[in-house]
Each structure stands twice: as C-alpha cells, then as structure tokens.
C-alpha cells in the first residue's frame, strides 16, 4: 500500500541532465513539472488568501466606508471592539449554541452509525440515505422551511403539540427556544453527515473485538459503551473538531430562520462582520471584527488540543 | 437463552427510533411539497395537511414573475463550470504531491493543510473589496468560480487517492516518451475517475447550495442564483412570500437529490476520506 520509494518518479532522462549542470534555476528547471503542478494552488493562495488577509490587518487600522480615502485611526477599531458587547454577545452565542446541539448530535450519530453497523438491521441502505438527504438541501431552502413549521402561531409543531396535548412552544420567539430551533436546524442538517464518518470509523474495528467482548458475555450496550465508542475516539474527535469550527463559521442557518433574533440571542460572529460591512459600511471595523474572529478560534482550538492530548496522557 | 432476547429488544428499540428519526428527518421535505401547491392562505390556515386544492400557480409565478429559470440557469453553470475547474486543478496538485518529490513538498503540502483551517469569514471583507475594486467581478460568475478553484482539501483527498496509482505504470508512459502532462491527462486522470467523481459531486453540492458569498457579490437579481433568490422573497413580517419560497425550495432540492441517488456512492466515499486515515 505504501508508495514506492520516489526514485521512480524522477524521470530517467531528466537525472541524466541532472548530472552535468547545477544552480537554483536549473533545480527549478528539473523540478518544472510538480512545481507547475502545484502552483495553480499557490498563486490563488496568494492572491486570494494570503493577500486579503494581510490587506485585512492594514484594514482594521482604519476607518473606511468602502469608497474614497482610508482614515488611519490607530487601535481605535480595537479598542471599541473590546467593549462592543453585541460583536461579544455574538461569540457567546456560538459557544451557546454549539454546546446546545454537538453534544446531543454527536451522541445520535454515534448511536445511529453503531445501529446502521453490520448486519445488525436490515435496509441499512435505506436508513443510511433518509438521515443523510438533509445535508444535500440548501440551508437556505431548510431555514425557510424550518421557519414555517416552527411559526408560534401558525407552524405545524406547535399544531401538533396542541394536539397531542401540549402547551406550545415559542419556538422562535424567546431568546433560548430560539437557539434550541437553530440547534434542532443544525442536527438535521448535520446528523446523516456526522453518521457517515462515525460509519466510516466503525468499519476500521475489526469485528472479532466486538465478537470477544460477546463471548465474554458482554450485552449490547456493553459492547458499545466499553468497546466501539473508546475505539471510535480519533474519529469521534475528528468529527467534533469539525464542529467547533463549523460553528463558528454559522450564518446561513440562523440568517434564514431567525433573523439572529430575538433579542440578538441567535446571532453569530459572521453575521456581526457581514453587516458590519454591507449594511453599516464599517469596513475598518468589520476587518478588526474579523482578526478579533480568527483569533478567538485559533486560542479555543490551542485549548481544545491541549485539554485532548492531556486526555492520552 | 436470556442474551438472544435481550438482543431482540435491542433490535425492536434500535427499529422504532430510527423510524421516527427518519420521520423527522423527511418531514421538512415533506412539508416543503405540499406547501408548494397551496395557496398562500392555505399554508397558514393550516386546516388540512393535504393542499384542498392542489394548485401549480406557485411554481408558475416564480418563473413569469422571478425569472426562475435564468436563476436556476445561473446556478446550474456556476456550479459547473466551478465544478470542472477545481477538480482539474486539485487532481493536478494532488497528482504532483503523491507521486513526485521535490524541494520544498513537505512545506509546501504542510502550509496548504494549514489553509484549510483559515474561516472564510477571516477574508470575506478584503477579498470582497478585492473583487469590486481590482477585478470589477461583482455581479458577475468569477468571484464564485476563481478565488476557490484550487482548493486545499480537494488537492489532499486527490492525494490521498493518487498515492495508490502505480508508479510502473507512469515509468513505462515515460520510457514510451509521453510527456508529463500527457501522463497526467492520459494515464493518471482515467485511473483516478471515481476519485474524482466523489470530488466533483461534493464540490457541485456546496457551489450549488452556497449562500454567503454570493450574497456579497451577486446584487442584481439577474445575476442571482437559486439561493439567493430564495432569499430575496423574503419579506417584512407576514409578507414573505412562502408560497413561491416553497415551490422554490422543492426546485432547488430536485437536483441535489437525482444526483444523490445516482451517485451515493462517491459523495459517501468523499465525505469519509481523511477522517479515518487523516
């Protein structure tokens, strides 16, 4: 399985030429090949990553309404975003809302990806593609869709509830109901895609583990809580790693089905540096908003991997 | 004896919670359809589950009145076009990091993995001020089919898949004389199809179904695609338009789903690939 050692990817001819000339431009010449091949990546890369956010960090040093001249202002773009409790409010929100919904959905895929495991049930296939379809709608069609079954007055859930005997919920129209809605958008969303990797993961088990675990006399749950979910942990990591960042990345789910409301208690950071530039024209501000962004989730990812690593100690 | 009838309750659990796990899941869809053919009323009256009166009249406004099908049309070669050049370019990167080395690869391979943790959101602002002020593209495709078209992930799944083409194979189209980019177009890129089928449909999928970026670039509604018309029915309280929303939502699902049932198979293989081995 492993790749032949590389003296075979260095054409015959080309070594030969090798021989007699050196110099950096001629290694360039010898290596023409991969390096054009790679640089289609580079040089976007360049120009449309690395460019934007050094031009970004130039940015946030002024204040710019996106036309005619930049006005340096020093840290002043800083300073006021230390105390704009909306852009904090914000990223509280994200933290609210991923431990509202990864912890729940990565316990169902778990679940659902042990059950869909094996020959355990049948239509296997059938099961695997009803949870997975969500995550091929666009989250613009879900939102609005989700938006109408939640509506407290006229939305179907809260029909059913009614009928069922149940007070109805304010989905969308208190603070926490309203996270809960973007989490419940989210899970469906998310939950055949995080079953397809937990899937993916389980099948790396050898199945005699689990057959010995039975021999010994363990039941089903057993199974499960003391074999596959420790086997699974590098890939349970994977997909919770995913997560985080899919998290803070939010916008489309809660721009479609709350608005970021009520009360801002469903906005996110993106949707804080999205109006910042196209409704209020901030754009210094915005890109300050968005260094502040990347580095909040640079420290919670540093803090996710140490907390991880002293987990293998 | 006792271990055989727990394992039957199992089953009987693990039956009835993924019946109503996939009700759940397909009721969304379901609600999306029949609102569809409902009047706009009708969908909020909410007196029957079933349309009384089963009407086409919102999919035909959306099309005289939104221009539906240009927007659908605007979708479609985004997409495409996004589609079929990025797989080019991630197949030829991935192609060179498995099966050359050179100086610099392992930087170079490493930095690239790095890239992929970087959020949109962290550039969206330059890069927007990029587009209308450098290239003039706002309003137009290439903002949604350029800046994107080599990206990391797509060159490390394609990597990963090319570390298993076989290197006589290369080493005996280049003693027939090929050239290396002849290699790549004739012997590499037919033997690494389903790998690039898998990349292709995640790459559709996520053109097809992208919101924030194009909200940046795309204002008039001409230029608009499916999503972000959507999105522009979108009203003041009580005036959105629902009706024509959900005849549009059920429109914008359709393709998504006939490619799924086709091809499962790959999109599966290309969501798994990197969270085992990577």
């Not at chain 1, 007070?167 to 208190?174: A, C, E, G």
């Not at chain 2, 240009?70 to 080019?88: C, D």
């Not at chain 2, 060159?155 to 090319?162: D, L």
Request: aromatic fraction near 16%; proline fraction near 6%; glycine fraction near 6%.
């Amino acid at each position: 399985m492993t790749p032949a050692p590389s003296t075979t990817s260095t054409p015959a001819t080309l070594r030969v030429a090798g021989a007699r000339r050196r110099g950096p431009l001629h290694a360039l010449w010898r290596y023409r090949w991969p390096l054009l091949f790679v640089s289609p990546f580079f040089i976007l890369f360049a120009v449309f990553s690395v460019y934007p956010i050094l031009y970004s960090l130039y940015l946030s040093f002024h204040e710019w309404r996106g036309i005619g001249a930049m006005r340096p202002v020093g840290t002043a773009n800083y300073e006021r975003l230390l105390g704009d409790r909306i852009f904090w409010n914000s990223m509280l929100n994200s933290l609210i809302l991923f431990f509202i919904y990864v912890p729940l959905m990565t316990f169902l895929a778990i679940v659902i990806a042990t059950m869909l495991h094996g020959n355990f049930l049948k239509l296997q296939g059938l099961w695997r593609a009803l949870v997975f379809m969500p995550h091929l709608t666009s989250m613009v069609a879900a939102g609005f869709t989700f938006r109408l079954i939640l509506d407290t007055h006229t939305g179907f859930a809260n029909r059913a509830l009614t009928w069922l005997g149940v007070s109805p919920v304010p989905w969308l129209d208190d603070m926490w109901w309203a996270r809960i809605s973007v989490g419940l958008l989210m899970i469906w969303a998310w939950l055949g895609y995080n079953t397809i990797i937990m899937l993916a993961g389980l099948q790396t088990i050898p199945t005699e583990v689990n057959e010995a675990a039975r021999v010994d006399g363990a039941n089903t749950v057993q199974v499960f809580t003391r074999i596959t979910v420790p086997l699974l942990r590098p890939v349970i990591l994977f997909a919770v790693t995913l997560s985080i960042i899919g998290t803070f990345q939010l916008f489309t789910e809660p721009y479609i089905l709350t608005g970021g409301g009520p009360m801002r208690a469903t906005e996110t950071p993106v949707m804080q540096i999205f109006s910042s530039t196209f409704a209020n024209l901030r754009f210094g501000y915005a890109a300050s908003m968005s260094y502040a962004y990347f580095l909040t989730i640079v420290v919670l990812a540093i803090l996710q991997f140490r907390l991880v690593s002293r987990g293998d100690r | 004896m006792r271990a055989r009838h727990g394992d039957l309750l199992v089953k009987g659990v693990a039956y009835a919670a993924l019946t109503v796990l996939c009700a759940f899941m397909l009721f969304p869809f379901v609600w999306m359809l029949v609102s569809s053919f409902k009047p706009f009323p009708e969908i909020f009256a909410g007196r029957t589950f079933l349309p009384q009166e089963p009407t086409l009249a919102n999919y035909v406004a959306l099309f005289e009145r939104y221009d539906a099908l240009r927007k659908f049309w605007n979708s479609f070669y985004i997409a495409g076009s996004a589609t079929v050049l990025s797989v080019f370019l991630c197949a030829l990167g991935g192609y060179a990091f498995a099966k050359f080395t050179f100086p610099g690869r392992n930087v170079m391979f490493a930095i690239m993995l790095a890239s992929m943790t970087i959020p949109f959101a962290v550039m969206m602002v330059p890069l927007f001020v990029m587009m209308r002020n450098v290239f003039g593209w706002i309003d137009t495709p290439w903002p949604l089919i350029i800046p994107g078209a080599a990206n990391a992930f797509g060159i490390f799944f394609m990597r990963q898949y090319m570390l298993s083409v076989s290197d006589d194979m290369l080493d005996a189209a280049r003693i027939d004389g090929a050239s290396e980019f002849g290699i790549f177009l004739r012997v590499v890129l037919p033997t690494a199809l389903p790998g690039l089928a898998s990349l292709a449909i995640i790459f559709f999928m996520a053109s097809w179904n992208n919101f924030l970026w194009p909200l940046a670039v795309l204002r008039s509604p001409p230029m608009h695609t499916v999503p972000i018309m959507l999105n522009s029915l979108q009203g003041p309280p009580g005036r959105t338009a629902f009706d024509l929303l959900m005849a549009g939502s059920v429109l914008s699902v359709i393709p998504m789903l006939i490619v799924f049932f086709f091809l499962q198979r790959y999109l599966i293989a290309g969501i798994t690939a990197g969270s085992v081995k990577g």
